[in-house]
Protein backbone atom coordinates (compact mmCIF):
# COMPACT_ATOMS: atom_id res chain seq x y z
CA UNK A 1 0.00 0.00 0.00
CA UNK A 2 2.67 2.29 1.01
CA UNK A 3 4.06 2.14 -3.09
CA UNK A 4 0.57 3.27 -4.55
CA UNK A 5 0.82 6.29 -2.12
CA UNK A 6 4.22 7.04 -2.91
CA UNK A 7 3.74 6.28 -7.03
CA UNK A 8 0.09 8.70 -6.33
CA UNK A 9 2.25 11.50 -4.78
CA UNK A 10 5.00 11.65 -7.64
CA UNK A 11 1.84 11.60 -9.99
CA UNK A 12 0.61 15.48 -8.41
CA UNK A 13 4.00 16.48 -8.32
CA UNK A 14 4.13 16.67 -12.16
CA UNK A 15 0.79 18.99 -11.62
CA UNK A 16 1.74 21.56 -9.44
CA UNK A 17 1.53 25.42 -11.09
CA UNK A 18 4.52 26.59 -9.69
CA UNK A 19 6.48 24.01 -11.75
CA UNK A 20 5.40 25.68 -15.05
CA UNK A 21 5.59 28.95 -13.98
CA UNK A 22 9.16 28.22 -13.37
CA UNK A 23 9.12 26.98 -17.03
CA UNK A 24 7.91 29.63 -18.17
CA UNK A 25 10.42 32.48 -16.78
CA UNK A 26 13.03 30.34 -17.87
CA UNK A 27 11.24 30.54 -21.35
CA UNK A 28 11.00 34.58 -21.36
CA UNK A 29 14.29 34.90 -20.17
CA UNK A 30 15.63 32.82 -22.93
CA UNK A 31 13.48 34.42 -25.40
CA UNK A 32 15.11 37.84 -23.92
CA UNK A 33 18.51 36.44 -24.70
CA UNK A 34 17.68 35.70 -28.16
CA UNK A 35 16.01 39.38 -29.06
CA UNK A 36 18.67 41.20 -27.11
CA UNK A 37 21.72 39.27 -29.22
CA UNK A 38 20.14 40.70 -32.70
CA UNK A 39 19.98 44.48 -31.05
CA UNK A 40 23.61 45.64 -32.40
CA UNK A 41 27.13 43.74 -32.86
CA UNK A 42 28.83 44.81 -30.00
CA UNK A 43 31.18 41.86 -28.48
CA UNK A 44 29.72 43.15 -24.52
CA UNK A 45 26.28 42.41 -26.08
CA UNK A 46 26.70 39.07 -27.90
CA UNK A 47 28.58 38.22 -24.91
CA UNK A 48 25.34 39.06 -22.23
CA UNK A 49 22.71 37.91 -24.54
CA UNK A 50 24.66 34.32 -24.68
CA UNK A 51 24.91 34.55 -20.56
CA UNK A 52 21.09 35.24 -20.52
CA UNK A 53 20.32 32.50 -22.59
CA UNK A 54 22.24 29.90 -20.88
CA UNK A 55 20.55 31.23 -17.70
CA UNK A 56 16.84 30.57 -18.79
CA UNK A 57 17.69 27.22 -20.60
CA UNK A 58 19.31 26.28 -17.23
CA UNK A 59 15.90 27.70 -15.25
CA UNK A 60 13.94 25.89 -18.06
CA UNK A 61 15.82 22.68 -17.69
CA UNK A 62 15.01 22.82 -13.84
CA UNK A 63 11.71 23.33 -14.19
CA UNK A 64 11.30 20.29 -16.49
CA UNK A 65 13.70 18.07 -14.44
CA UNK A 66 11.25 19.09 -11.47
CA UNK A 67 8.17 17.28 -13.31
CA UNK A 68 9.47 14.72 -13.71
CA UNK A 69 10.88 14.10 -10.56
Given at each position: ??????????????????????????????????????L??????????????V??V????????????
Open positions: MANLDETHKSGNNANETSHYALMTVGIFIGFFGVIFRFTNWTFVDISSNIILIGIISLKAVFNILK
